[in-house]
């Protein structure tokens, strides 16, 4: 069984539990004629802190819609409702009934466009005030774009990255110049959706100023960073169900969590597995085409202290973190500009040191190194990667200062209230541009 939560929280984060209290609750900051409005929040991926955002906006009033991609498997937060949830919220995976296949180009283009349909066809029959929708394919945004245009609901672009900068470069190192061409042709379309926006939130500054001008409107622009789910992702004993059933909890633990795509540079936790061995353990918790190469790399070079499981259920996070003496999260450096690996808030919320490999101007690397949360080192500097491992192996109040700075920066920052607070105002913005529009 697990240890006592609250227990646990204070015999490790005394001083911070004590000055961790809520604040009262806030008045909604959005209404339409005087009542609360219609929100369908759209998180493509289903990740955990949109869906604390669409509770939080629920518990203010709103009625609020969660859309996702229900056939995506990526990981996923806590998309139902429970017991204690307002009943003015719900959650709807959206599925094409059929596999989707990320690895094939053209197939995974006209999934994209049959997804943004049907995302749109629960728009027109839902007939929101406001429209939020982030972490999508740039073919489904239009989509869904042109049904909140069709309804005349205000849309809200999430920029959690830029899509069509990404494709670009993915296409033009298969492709060449045809890539660049098609890539050229997405860039045409993400800044045409920027522009017909009523807001747009970035999630750091440094995509505030391309989001400016692709918008045409500085005031409609605003940046929002990305939070951890505080309340649902806690702080465990490493000597839990979890760890104890995958006879981790008396071992030293890297830990990677989450998605592992191309970008995330799985060559990295070979590396890493390899400098530890015999030391430490390399545990990978994920899924995507770096799971794959791992599993061949695991089977070629016969690394026995790597661990490779699948993505494990929601309610199973905290402890899966809680395993971890290191948790590990990479980014390339092309993608670094434009994609900020969420992961590293999840790791924030569970008290565990960083060891990061990105750009020292990522969002993640900015939060890892303001906090003093662990250590960063460049996602090409392969030396720098292992020695920085080696340092947090080895030094025990390093690694326990730093997991104590990275909970004490989560309570911080990630209070969800705050957090949706300023959301509203955006949704006000938004909802007033449409409706100075209309009066035109």
């Given at each position: 069984m697990r240890r006592c939560v609250k227990a646990y929280l204070l015999e490790v984060f005394p001083a911070v539990i004590l000055s961790a209290q809520r604040p009262a609750a806030v008045a909604s900051l959005i209404t339409k004629n005087g009542i609360h409005v219609k929100i369908v929040v759209?998180?493509?991926?289903?990740?955990?802190?949109?869906?604390?955002?669409?509770?939080?906006?629920?518990?203010?009033?709103?009625?609020?819609?969660?859309?996702?991609?229900?056939?995506?498997?990526?990981?996923?937060?806590?998309?139902?409702?429970?017991p204690a949830d307002p009943k003015?919220?719900?959650?709807?995976?959206?599925?094409?009934?059929?596999?989707?296949?990320?690895?094939?180009?053209?197939?995974?283009?006209?999934?994209?466009?049959?997804?943004?349909?049907?995302?749109?066809?629960?728009?027109?029959?839902?007939?929101?005030?406001?429209?939020?929708?982030?972490?999508?394919?740039?073919?489904?945004?239009?989509?869904?774009?042109?049904?909140?245009?069709?309804?005349?609901?205000?849309?809200?672009?999430?920029?959690?990255?830029?899509?069509?900068?990404?494709?670009?470069?993915?296409?033009?190192?298969?492709?060449?110049?045809?890539?660049?061409?098609?890539?050229?042709?997405?860039?045409?379309?993400?800044?045409?959706?920027?522009?017909?926006?009523?807001?747009?939130?970035?999630?750091?500054?440094?995509?505030?100023?391309?989001?400016?001008?692709?918008g045409g409107d500085h005031k409609k622009v605003f940046t929002i960073e990305n939070w951890g789910a505080l309340h649902d992702i806690i702080p465990e004993s490493k000597d839990n169900e979890w760890a104890r059933q995958h006879s981790l909890d008396k071992s030293f633990n890297f830990l990677y969590s989450g998605t592992l795509g191309?970008?995330?540079?799985?060559?990295?936790?070979?590396?890493?597995?390899?400098?530890?061995?015999?030391?430490?353990?390399?545990?990978?918790?994920?899924?995507?085409v770096g799971m794959t190469f791992l599993e061949r790399a695991k089977r070629d070079q016969s690394i026995n202290n790597l661990m490779l499981l699948p993505l494990q259920p929601f309610s199973h996070l905290s402890?899966?973190?809680?395993?971890?003496?290191?948790?590990?999260?990479?980014?390339e450096p092309e993608a670094g500009m434009f994609s900020v690996p969420s992961k590293v808030q999840s790791y924030f919320c569970a008290g565990r040191p960083v060891l990061l490999a990105a750009p020292h101007d990522n969002l993640a690397a900015e939060?890892?190194?303001?906090?003093?949360?662990?250590?960063?080192?460049?996602?090409?500097d392969k030396r720098g990667f292992l020695n920085a491992a080696s340092r947090l192996l080895e030094d025990d109040k390093l690694r326990i200062t730093s997991g104590r700075k990275a909970y004490e920066f989560a309570l911080a920052h990630y209070e969800i209230k705050r957090v949706t607070e300023r959301f509203e105002k955006v949704f006000r913005h938004a909802i007033d541009a449409k409706s100075y529009v209309r009066e035109m």
């Amino acid at each position: 069984m697990r240890r006592c939560v609250k227990a646990y929280l204070l015999e490790v984060f005394p001083a911070v539990i004590l000055s961790a209290q809520r604040p009262a609750a806030v008045a909604s900051l959005i209404t339409k004629n005087g009542i609360h409005v219609k929100i369908v929040v759209h998180d493509y991926a289903g990740h955990p802190f949109q869906a604390e955002l669409s509770r939080e906006l629920a518990r203010n009033g709103h009625q609020v819609t969660h859309l996702y991609f229900q056939d995506d498997p990526g990981p996923k937060g806590r998309l139902g409702t429970f017991p204690a949830d307002p009943k003015t919220l719900s959650f709807v995976g959206v599925s094409l009934g059929r596999p989707y296949d990320k690895g094939s180009f053209v197939r995974r283009r006209f999934d994209d466009v049959a997804y943004g349909k049907a995302v749109a066809k629960h728009l027109v029959s839902a007939k929101p005030d406001v429209v939020i929708s982030g972490n999508t394919p740039t073919e489904a945004q239009s989509s869904i774009l042109k049904a909140c245009k069709k309804i005349d609901s205000a849309f809200v672009f999430w920029v959690q990255d830029f899509y069509s900068i990404a494709v670009t470069r993915l296409l033009r190192k298969k492709l060449g110049l045809m890539g660049r061409i098609v890539g050229t042709y997405y860039s045409f379309l993400e800044r045409k959706q920027f522009e017909k926006s009523d807001a747009i939130v970035v999630i750091t500054s440094s995509f505030a100023d391309l989001a400016r001008k692709w918008g045409g409107d500085h005031k409609k622009v605003f940046t929002i960073e990305n939070w951890g789910a505080l309340h649902d992702i806690i702080p465990e004993s490493k000597d839990n169900e979890w760890a104890r059933q995958h006879s981790l909890d008396k071992s030293f633990n890297f830990l990677y969590s989450g998605t592992l795509g191309l970008k995330h540079n799985p060559k990295l936790l070979i590396e890493l597995a390899e400098k530890v061995r015999g030391r430490a353990n390399v545990i990978v918790v994920s899924q995507g085409v770096g799971m794959t190469f791992l599993e061949r790399a695991k089977r070629d070079q016969s690394i026995n202290n790597l661990m490779l499981l699948p993505l494990q259920p929601f309610s199973h996070l905290s402890m899966v973190l809680a395993t971890s003496d290191v948790a590990v999260a990479t980014i390339e450096p092309e993608a670094g500009m434009f994609s900020v690996p969420s992961k590293v808030q999840s790791y924030f919320c569970a008290g565990r040191p960083v060891l990061l490999a990105a750009p020292h101007d990522n969002l993640a690397a900015e939060a890892v190194l303001k906090s003093e949360a662990g250590l960063v080192v460049s996602p090409t500097d392969k030396r720098g990667f292992l020695n920085a491992a080696s340092r947090l192996l080895e030094d025990d109040k390093l690694r326990i200062t730093s997991g104590r700075k990275a909970y004490e920066f989560a309570l911080a920052h990630y209070e969800i209230k705050r957090v949706t607070e300023r959301f509203e105002k955006v949704f006000r913005h938004a909802i007033d541009a449409k409706s100075y529009v209309r009066e035109m």
